[in-house]
């Protein structure tokens, strides 16, 4: 395995400006075309790029080039074997970080696997599972399907839905998003929501029949070789958990996730989640061509690299965390850190390229590939920018916590909702969990140790 080394611990801040690495190296159990079993213990099983068929110092350009945009963890698997891995690894990999949206592709997950159980029926529409008295009959008339694919047709203002739970102050955020207006027909045209997603985590719950995060431990975690003790998911004020983001999650462990999927859910001979489910999830829908149920499919979606081959998915989150799955290319990369995009058109580019820094590595990495069939795309090009943030914000939708507005769900406010008990802002976080990680030295912080 290509793995980036540095002498001694760094804080996660002085992680922020890793841009060196340094070659070294270790094989274990793999020969040339081989592939790695998944771990029955803590470690991937690792192998030199070559037993991949995998170029050593190309690999390296490509771990340089992802520490050069603020890449605090990257692993990269050819055959299920670790080959390559970031200079911080060490000191990074487990430690839980806030992977955002790549939280939606989880709660999918879990959605499949009640599925497969029999417990939650795609098709269904909401009043199926919400108690009696919660929404009215168009919202209840919602599918899942609707959910998983962003079709509900709910007014989105994805960062105003979302600034709430970073404060945080949302109430119910599952209840509140009962309250929003329908801007479209359901299942009719795709809009990218926060709420429809922490709607769905509440919906798995109800069917089910147990809190969200025990049935996750038990029923997707566990199985793979993640600890209860590994991470933090986080909830709202009366005890909800959020489906948006918030999943606090060691990247090592984020690997397992990666890992399952690629193998069309199973893990060590037992099938966690079913091929049938995982099909549909990374299959494009009718209402967008890139998207799946929470997951992003297909070369030039989200920021998947357009040059990839077409059976390419990924789970997509803010700040550019990532799992990239291509299956043709028996391929898995992993990377989380904090954004790194470079731009020559300022802070707005910034701001909009998150293609840059994918397509920068992949091209690279592709030209590590001696099997590779892929010819070179040439460097990222930056498409005009756009000024069109009407997605993205929405203030009815964050006075709606305050209980004012239009969108505002009757009986839920800062203070009240559904005459629950809500917790004080601050007090669902263990120690050290506070917006991008968990850190510190209190042994009531989630991570690896």
Known sequence: MVRRRRGAAAAVVAVLMAGSMIIGGGVAGATPSARC????????????????????????????????????????????????????????????????????????????????RGKLDIGAPLDSYLPPGIGDAEHRAITVRNLLQETSGLRVGAVTEGITAIVPIDPFSAVQALGVPFDDPPGTAFQYSQRNVDLLSYVIELAVGEPLQQFAQQELFGPIGIQRG?????????????GYAHLFIPPADLARLGMLVAEQGKWNGRTVVSAEYLKQATTESDTNPCYGYLFWTGPGCAENPEFLPSDMYSMSGLGLQHVFVVPSLDLLVVWTGFFGVHSTQ????????????????????????????????????????????????????????????????PGCSLTSCLDLPLRAPFTDAPPGCLLLACVGPDPRTPGIR
């Open 37 to 116: 079993a998944t771990p029955a213990g803590r470690e991937f099983q690792r192998a030199a790029p070559e037993a991949t068929d995998v170029d050593s110092d190309r690999l390296a350009d490509a771990l340089d080039f992802a520490a050069s945009r603020n890449r605090l963890n990257v692993q990269v698997f050819r055959h299920n074997c670790l080959i390559g891995a970031g200079p911080v690894n060490a000191e990074t990999g487990g430690v839980p970080w806030n992977v955002w949206s790549v939280t939606k592709s989880v709660v999918s997950l879990l959605a499949g696997i009640a599925w497969d």
């Open 230 to 242: 590994d991470y933090y998911w986080a909830r709202d004020r009366s005890g909800h958990t959020y």
């Open 346 to 409: 300022g802070p707005g580019g910034i701001l909009q390229y998150f293609g840059e820094p994918p397509h920068e590595f992949f091209r690279r990495l592709l030209a590590a590939l001696r099997d590779n069939p892929i010819p070179d795309p040439g460097p990222y090009v930056e498409a005009p920018l756009s000024t069109d943030y009407s997605g993205y914000f929405d203030p009815d939708i964050t006075l709606a916590v305050f209980g004012v507005g239009p969108d505002s769900y």
